[in-house]
């Protein structure tokens, strides 16, 4: 069990400058600080890796970028994964970061998480959302039950770049908050 403060991860599933998923994160996170985690943000250059190919690995090493993937996942008790959603699954750079992770030894064992995620379409992700549970999953994550869809993305923000409706807002907070309630239940230990 975590006690006290749990060291919180949050990232995006995108690269891109403009990301909905990153900006969603964002109301995901002030929930995680406000249930009293410790959060680090990762910018997309944590989530920038190579393509992964088994030549990289050398007995038990991996490229740097990679090294220091897995040692920030290594170093937290919960994830906070805003997923874009890509042809129906998550997208390849997040897809690609869990698959490094997951390389001997597992960095994801033990952790829990929680995914939500932002599209201009209107099932708000909902696909990639059980795709990535079936990747958390073999990786030994536990993955908070509930989830926050933000479909119609491209018009769901105002000018300052706030999304419009509160009840996303809370929905966002709420679940950042249940992650940190997660990470503290003990469960990840089970
Ligand atoms: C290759 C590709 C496939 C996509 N497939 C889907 C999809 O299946 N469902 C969906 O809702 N949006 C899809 N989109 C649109 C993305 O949701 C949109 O680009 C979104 O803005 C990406 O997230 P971001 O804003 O965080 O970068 C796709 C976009 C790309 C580039």
């Known amino acids: 069990m975590t006690e006290g403060q749990p060291r919180i991860l949050a990232f995006a599933g995108s690269l891109r400058e403009g990301s ?3 900006k969603v994160l964002r109301y995901a996170i002030l929930g995680a600080r406000e249930a009293g985690g410790h959060v680090e943000e990762l910018g997309p250059e944590h989530l920038t890796l190579p393509l992964y ?15 220091a993937w897995r040692a920030k996942i290594r170093q937290s008790d919960g994830l906070l994964i805003a997923s874009p ?3 129906h699954g998550v997208s390849g750079v ?8 997951s390389r001997p030894p597992n960095v994801f064992r033990g952790k829990v998480a929680a995914s939500f995620g932002a599209t201009p379409g209107a099932q708000g992700t909902a696909r990639s959302q059980m ?3 079936i990747c958390l999953s073999a990786v030994n994550v536990w993955v908070v039950p509930r989830t926050v869809l933000i479909a119609h993305a491209s018009e769901a923000f105002d000018a300052t770049g706030e999304l ?12 950042g908050r249940a992650l940190v309630q997660a990470a503290r239940s003990g469960l990840a230990d089970v």
Do not use: H
């Open 131 to 133: 795709n990535l549970r």
């Open 85 to 87: 959603e890509y042809n």
């Open 164 to 175: 419009k409706d509160p009840r996303q807002v809370q929905a966002l907070t709420a679940l």
């Open 53 to 67: 190919n088994g030549d990289l690995e050398k007995n038990g090493s991996f490229p740097e970028p990679v090294e």
């Open 20 to 22: 909905f998923n990153r």
């Open 94 to 101: 997040l897809k690609n970061a869990i698959d490094w992770g």
